[in-house]
């Protein structure tokens, strides 16, 4: 209960006043300012390197490539690189640009050189080089400046690596494209090469065919030639039948031909007799006058009978020839394997035609018509002789007349009848014989109708044939064709392809290892620095040598009394008062400045350039820090003073430029730059510690004294004007 007591008393006294309460609510947001300001004005610098000034210098003179193209590289990249808009460029010339980043006009300059164009189109060359991009840095102005002005020109190298590498890569292709040319104009040829394969194939498969068509029509001249030689056998056989038909034929016409002749005899004989008949004859006229017509009838039989036998035996003639010049072919080797026509021609040359056959065969065919016609005849005698009969009566007186000479006729007619029946006889033969002619007829008809077929197929097969042997001719033509343009697209193949290959770039082994470095890494960076931290730490001493000393000063104030009451209680003016609290601080600054400086360059490794300088200044600023916490502690008393110090601590460290460049943080903190004190602590030990001291060390010198002069005057006016006391000087609303 005491406890919490004492915690409301503790909390009661800041109801008192007006500053109490301001101090209560400021204690609340310390944690803030601290945090949220910090991060705040850090929160994305990267995001804000658009406002980071930097110099952009191109001094590239182009180049001129073997076939007279004109190249500017370095235009491309100050275009690329104005596009970008990645920092805040200014495309000056080479000299403003080295003095502004001298004097920190420019965090760094970016340059590409006369000979950059030369260099991007040099890979083609014995030697090529790598395209350079001279960047120069200077620590003294801002280390993390320089740091990310590194970053941003490795992206900026990839940026304009893009650039070079494709004219590194036209200047390489123009080999390659000339070797290209001589490549297509070497697939022209392969295409003619490629057509003149494929009309060779063509004629190829067209000489296939044609061949396959020969073949099937070989095969149909072969089949016609078997059926051809089939016909010709039946035909030989059936010649062979003709013949010994014919032969027969010829027998029975032989014995016909007795006949005759003994029919003949008996007629010669019957004449012989006939005067003995002649006065029984005029009898027997007077008593036939009724038989004029009988006999007349009896006289046309006869003369019918003569004529068939006459015709009968000259077609019997001229089949014994037939026959017999038939039989001479079939007997002759070199005839007997004739065809239709030949065998028709050999006839022809015997004197006997074809035409012969069909006048031997209607010569039978009219003599067997003949045989009925005398058989007709003896019907009509045989009549003539039945009304002879019925007139016997009335010749019986002329029969006896004739008595005397009807024994010789009766001789007569017995030789007669004998002369008939041998006819009769050989006829019989005649007509058995050509009966049997009839089938080899018929079979030579059969083989001479096989025979024709056996003919058109072998001309139909023939005609393929020659077909075929014509599409084989053709197929030979475009095959020889084909191969015409196979030769002459090799021809140019091969010549296409010596004249790519003279004209490809030739790169030897030491030539590849001079060109793949450049051709990997076109571009490079030449980067120097006027004043280079030797490393991280020293490129952020400034910022952290001067929150030191700020915080040390603090920290002095906490312990010492910046305005002693004894001094205020005297008669002594009031800078005396202010000397008598600042001397003892300023006793133990030095102190803190001699301990820090030894750490910082035998302890951590710190090599200032300016070495005794570095601590001069170092104690000029801690005495400056002293002189404005004394007089923010006088002017506005212990407590108010210090926590307006804590606040003024923050803003410093967040609007220095101690790490981040002041263009990255958001404009409340670039206003607030120019007049916090930690800007200037930070620009002078820059340049002692780094180097290149320029003006803005000697504006940092002026600021840092006149910051300790001014501070100290105010608080020795202060101090001269509460040698009075007053109530609220006795009972100060907030005290520590």
Known sequence: MMSLASAGTELTRFKKGTLPKISLVVLLFIPLIYGALYLWAFWAPT????????????EDSGATMDDGTRVNAGDKVVDKVLEGGDLKWSKVDADT??????????????????????????????????????????????????????????????????????????????GVSTLADGVRQAADGAGTLAEGAGTLNDGAGELVVGLNTLADGSGKLSDGANTLASGTDTLGAGTKTLADGVSKAATGAGTLAGGAKTLSDGLGQLAEKTPALGAGASELNTQAAALPGQAAQLNDGAQALAAGVGTLHTGAEQTAQLAGAIRDAM???????MTVAQ?????????????????????????????????????????????????????????????????????????????????????????????????GANQLADGAAKLNTGAHTLASSSTQLADGARSAATGGETLTDGTQKLAEGSDELATKLGEGAEKAPDYSTARIDRTAPVVANPVGLATTNENKAASFGEGFAPFFIALAAFVGALITWLILRALPTRALAGRTSGLRAALTGFIPAAAIGLGQVV???????????????????????????????????????????????????????????????GTYPVETTPGFFQILHPVMPATYVVNGLRQLITGGVDARFWIALAYMIGLLVISFAISAYAAGRQKVWTMKRLSPELAI
Do not use: C, H
């Open 47 to 58: 995001d804000e390197m658009k406002n980071l000034p930097v110099a952009l210098v191109n």
């Open 97 to 174: 640009a080295r003095k502004g980043v001298s004097d920190g006009t420019y965090y760094f300059s970016v340059t590409i050189p006369k000979d950059f164009s030369a260099s991007a189109v040099s890979v083609a060359d014995d030697k090529p080089e790598q395209a350079k991009i001279d960047v120069e840095f200077n620590d003294a102005n801002n280390f993390l400046a320089s740091t990310l002005g590194q970053s941003a020109m490795t992206l900026l190298r990839n940026a304009v690596t893009e650039q070079v590498s494709e004219q590194t890569a036209n200047t390489m292709l123009v």
């Open 595 to 657: 301990i820090m400086m030894l750490v910082l360059v035998y302890g951590i490794g710190l090599q200032p350039v300016y070495w005794v300088a570095t601590a001069a200044f170092m104690y000029l600023t801690t005495l400056a820090f002293l002189a404005l916490q004394q007089m923010f502690i006088v002017l506005l008393g212990s407590a108010t003073g210090r926590v307006v110090s804590l606040v003024l601590l923050m803003l410093q460290l967040s609007s220095s430029g």
């Open 331 to 337: 007997a002759n080797p070199a005839t007997q394997n």
């Open 343 to 439: 065998f028709n021609e050999f006839l022809a040359s015997k004197g006997i035609p074809m035409d012969k056959l069909a006048g031997a065969t209607a010569g039978i065919s009219a003599g067997t018509a003949q045989d009925s016609t005398l058989a007709a005849g003896a019907t009509k005698l045989a009549g003539g002789a039945a009304q002879l009969t019925q007139k016997v009566p009335a010749l019986q007186q002329g029969i006896g007349s004739l008595a005397a000479g009807a024994t010789g006729v009766n001789e007569a007619v017995q030789k007669l009848n004998t002369g008939a029946g041998t006819l009769s006889s050989g006829a019989g033969t005649l007509a058995s014989s050509l009966n049997q002619a009839v089938p």
